[in-house]
């Protein structure tokens, strides 16, 4: 089955300052790589997705990019606020189908003021 | 995007009662949906997947018998927990998937946090 790793664990920035969340997946027949903002006691919110398709895709301060070969994905968060502390995880999956999404571990993101 | 509710948004029982979580579809319909548990601290442990008018395919691991799901409708579907114990506590996310173009979006609800006594 499929394996994603996420890191860093935690991170923590200057509010300004950029953030960078890396994510490795296992599974070539991975086509859809999504990225969740989990704030304390919510459910997880869909920020950004990317498709296979594709190798970048930018939303305002959030940017994500694909690297099939390496399989790897990360997301970019420019301009980083104090609002966009909160939980981070990426998955990766099969965006056709209903088949399960395979989560990363989570990161921390903590923007000081 | 899409919007899914859950109710409760929290729920306290006593060990040894069953507790029902529901989960809805607002403004789409779901033949699929998923629930979750999630530990403090810790990713997302995917439970079943609960499919309309069928029975739901549950993870490896996961007592069938005793997290119940029911999937009666394209948009509610309901996750009790039978004969709570402290052990269950913890915090129970569903989400489903809308179509978007030829790609499937998944979104979640906004949890529902179990604590058993």
């Known amino acids: 089955g499929e394996n994603v790793e996420q890191h860093p664990s935690t991170l923590s920035v200057q509010e300004g300052d950029s953030a960078v969340i890396k994510c490795t997946y296992s599974d070539s027949a991975s086509n859809y790589f999504p990225w969740y903002k989990q704030e304390l006691g919510k459910g997880p919110q869909l920020i950004i997705d990317?498709?296979?398709?594709?190798g970048e895709k930018k939303d305002q301060r959030i940017a994500v990019t694909l690297n099939k070969t390496a399989k790897h994905f990360s997301l970019h968060i420019t301009e980083t606020q104090p609002e966009d502390s909160a939980v981070y995880f990426c998955?990766?999956?099969?965006?056709?189908?209903?088949?399960?999404?395979?989560f990363g571990s989570g990161t921390k993101l903590n923007v000081k003021p | 995007g899409a919007v899914v509710s859950q109710h409760p948004s929290w729920v306290i029982c006593k060990s040894g009662t069953s507790v029902k979580i529901e989960c809805r579809s607002l403004d789409f319909q779901a033949t699929t949906m998923f629930w979750y548990r999630q530990f403090p601290k810790q990713s997302l442990m995917l439970m079943a997947t609960s499919n309309e008018g069928s029975k739901a395919t549950y993870e490896q691991g996961v007592e069938k018998d005793k997290f119940l799901i029911n999937h009666a409708s394209l948009t509610l579907s309901t996750l009790t927990v039978t004969s709570a114990h402290p052990e269950d506590s913890s915090f129970y996310i569903c989400?489903?998937?809308?179509?978007?173009?030829?790609?499937?979006?998944?979104?979640f609800g906004p949890g529902t946090r179990l604590t058993v006594t």
């Open positions: 998955a990766a999956g099969e965006g056709y189908n209903f088949n399960k999404f395979y």
């Open positions: 990317i498709r296979s398709n594709v």
């Open positions: 989400s489903a998937r809308e179509k978007t173009g030829s790609h499937l979006e998944e979104y």
